[in-house]
């Protein structure tokens, strides 16, 4: 009885020794059935668990469907494809994909270095295919220890701890993608307020940086002062602001330029919470801009004066004319978006404000972001002249818009926002406190009419000015400098002919697809295709015409008019439609200043209030 006993307690143990496989580790992805949206790039992590046994290295195959997916390469500026590196481990090596056959394979390690809890192996960027509703994603694990197949090391003895793989089933549903954050932080000097000042007079520089999407992420700051690093915990460096804009003053640089000299070179790096890097190099040289201009014009006599004036004359007509060339010869928008960007700060853009009657943008209009069924102010804005607005969130949630402006009816709307948005599209129709709507445009456009006139005519005299002082300092100074400005105006005069006598019948507009009259102050909004972003937004002019001012590209587009319907069933075979969720807008290769598109837009019936959407 006691050596039946003895032998049942062994083969008891055993089977426990068994069953408890100290070879236990898996891989798995985020979940076994994930929901991505069928025109969105996503996002498929592969985890690691070595369920608290060592690990110091793995490799991997993935096979997937080609026909249902397309991997995205996450690095298109190297030539092999990559990508993202989790937690797991320090490296990633041998990235093989295979887009006939369906597969990716790669391996990690940590040089040296183990880990033992469940971590990120790696992340793989993906779009649907062919528009299918489902597709599985699985790990090739055939047993434990075959070298062919999926493997996870032992950091003893290197053996496969591999026991158990979790595949995954994706499901697609059409839906709005999630705007990403590509763009990197901007870096401004503050003060001094010119590199070329000495820093012994200002004993300190001041910098902004600045991002209104994800934000700055401060332990990545590094400033190199003549190579020596300052970092945001340094004891020479404030920091005050928010992540959206950050003021960084650094203390104590004369005693560096007592060491160095007068020239001092600042080198400043930083990245926000999406990864994006910034950075910016700025040059002291230690010279002081007032007295260098004063000595200048210190005992200057008539004669010294028609260099002088030539050189004046070839600045005041060069820089109109190569405005003029830069803005399309529309210099009433260049003073226009000038000037709204001191009524703005950084923001991301919104939508547009719009006057129901006329369908004209309405600039400087207040707009206030409240929490919700509360009087909490979130942030207050101006509508820029294009009538332009926009707010900046740190995380969605539920928020009420207000608009207002004088001789208007307050416009007020709640909006739910997603919780990992940080932004919105919505546009606003105002009604004035005695408004019905008339149709197109309103008598008030004759004031902006004028001032866009009155600031081409100011340009005109301005390049005029230059070009008979030039003329002039030639005809008393006659100097290979007075001649190369007279052939750089006459070169001008040339260039201006030509672009006008080849652009003359070269306009994009907006008409009636019934009438064929222009549409006045219609909206255009510009989307970029890749990035599945709103980046812009034109207003046509009275005459239903517009230009392109922003890079160019393959944009889609949408337009939009109170009384009209886009796009029009007479023109949905003349471009381009962009599928999925964009479905109502046409691809468009857009060139900066003039384009040659007709739009047009089917009137309906004119029945609306004083909201939008």
């Known amino acids: 009885m006691k050596k039946l006993f003895l032998f049942v307690f062994s083969f008891f143990m055993s089977c426990m020794f068994i069953f408890a496989d100290p070879k236990a580790a898996s891989f798995e992805f985020q979940s076994t059935e994930v929901w991505f949206k069928s025109n969105c790039v996503e996002t498929l992590h592969l985890y690691i668990d070595p369920m608290g046994k060592l690990v110091d290295a793995a490799d991997v195959k993935i096979v997937y469907n080609p026909a249902h997916l397309e991997l995205i390469d996450a690095n298109l500026v190297t030539p092999n494809f990559d990508i993202v590196n989790g937690n797991a481990f320090k490296n990633l090596y041998a990235v093989k994909h295979d887009s006939i056959l369906g597969s990716l394979e790669f391996g990690g390690d940590s040089d040296g270095l183990n880990i033992s809890s469940k971590s990120i192996f790696a992340s793989v960027k993906l779009k649907n295919l062919n528009n299918v509703k489902s597709t599985n994603v699985s790990i090739y694990f055939t047993s434990n220890g075959d070298t062919l197949d999926s493997n996870i090391a032992s950091a003893i003895d290197s053996t496969d701890l591999l026991s158990s793989v979790k595949d995954v089933k994706i499901n697609f549903s059409d839906g709005q993608c999630d705007f990403t954050d590509v763009t990197p932080p901007s870096i401004f000097l503050l003060t001094p307020q010119k590199e070329q000042s000495s820093l012994k007079e200002s004993k300190e520089i001041v910098l902004s940086l600045v991002d209104d999407f994800s934000g700055i992420d401060l332990s990545t700051l590094s400033i190199y002062v003549n190579g020596k690093l300052f970092k945001s915990d340094s004891p020479e460096v404030e920091i005050s602001g928010t992540p959206s804009n950050y003021s960084i003053k650094l203390y104590s640089l004369q005693i560096l330029e007592d060491t160095y000299g007068p020239n001092v070179k600042v080198e400043v790096f930083v990245k926000d919470f999406a990864g994006n890097q910034g950075q910016k190099v700025f040059n002291f040289s230690g010279q002081n801009d007032s007295t260098s201009i004063l000595s200048i014009f210190a005992g200057l006599d008539l004669s010294k004066l028609k260099p002088i004036l030539g050189f004046i004359g070839a600045t005041l007509g060069i820089a109109s004319s190569v405005l ?8 009433g928008w260049l003073t226009t978006n000038l000037i709204g960007l001191f009524l703005t700060k950084n923001r991301r853009p919104w939508g547009v404000v719009l006057d129901m009657d006329s369908n004209k943008p309405i600039p400087l209009a207040t707009c206030r972001l409240f929490i919700q069924n509360s009087l909490e102010l979130i942030s207050t804005t101006l509508t820029n002249l294009d009538g332009t607005y926009g707010f900046v969130l740190k995380s969605g949630g539920k928020y009420r818009l207000e608009v207002s402006k004088e001789s208007y009816n307050t416009f007020s709307v709640n909006i739910d926002t997603p919780e990992d948005s940080s932004g919105f599209v919505y546009d606003v129709y105002l009604s004035k406190n005695d408004s019905k709507y008339s149709g197109f445009v309103s008598s008030g456009d ?16 301005l390049f005029f000015l230059g070009f008979f002082l030039s003329l002039f300092a030639l ?25 006008k006598l080849s652009s003359k019948n070269k306009f994009s507009v907006v008409v009636d697809s019934v009438t064929g009259d ?30 392109y001012f922003g890079k160019p590209g393959r944009y889609g587009i949408l337009v939009m008019h109170r009384g009209y319907k886009f796009p029009s069933s007479k023109q949905l075979n003349d471009f381009e439609l962009v599928e999925g969720i964009y479905s109502s807008m046409f691809v468009l290769d857009l060139k900066r200043g003039r384009n040659k598109y007709k739009i047009l837009l089917d009137p309906v019936l004119k029945s609306f209030d004083n909201t939008s959407s």
């Open 324 to 331: 003029s060339i830069i803005t399309g010869f529309n210099f």
């Open 446 to 461: 004759k004031k902006f009419c004028y001032l866009r006139s009155l600031v081409q005519f100011i340009r005109n005299v």
């Open 475 to 499: 005809s008393v100074y006659p100097v290979f400098f007075n001649y190369l400005v007279v052939f750089l105006y006459l070169l001008i005069f040339i260039v201006i002919f030509v672009y």
């Open 518 to 547: 222009p549409v006045p102050y219609s909206v255009i909004k510009v989307y970029d295709l890749k990035q599945r972003k709103y980046i812009d937004t034109i207003v046509a002019g009275s005459d239903g015409t517009f230009d």
